[in-house]
């Protein structure tokens, strides 16, 4: 059965950095569009980045634009998202998400989601 296995999460202070990786298993998601999402306590799910299958676009949420670095890389079948400048705001689960058809910053366009892993950034 696919699925995506998220790790690199972590407690961090404001201003540090942190590497999160997604590690899909059981298929590959070469073809896959791949996005991270934050789910931070109160707060709906929240679009952090996209890249496409080839890895040549990116997008990013507005309050990650300029920290936040996606990347991935098809030889390895992973997609790794670099986070800079952390915030408190940035507190939350991140969860890695594929979709096969749309290059998107929706989640309900994505099929398949990580359980996540937990990012805590202290002020």
Known sequence: QARLVESGGGL???GGSLR???APSGRTFT???MGW????PGKEREFV??????GRTTNYGDSVKGRFTISRDNAKNTVDLQMNGLKPEGTGVYYCAANELVFSHLGGDYDYWGQG???TVSS
């Open 12 to 14: 961090v202070q404001t």
């Open 20 to 22: 999160l990786s997604c």
């Open 31 to 33: 073809y896959f569009a």
């Open 37 to 40: 999402f934050r789910q931070s």
């Open 49 to 54: 980045a996209a890249i496409t299958k080839s």
């Open 117 to 119: 892993t937990q990012v």
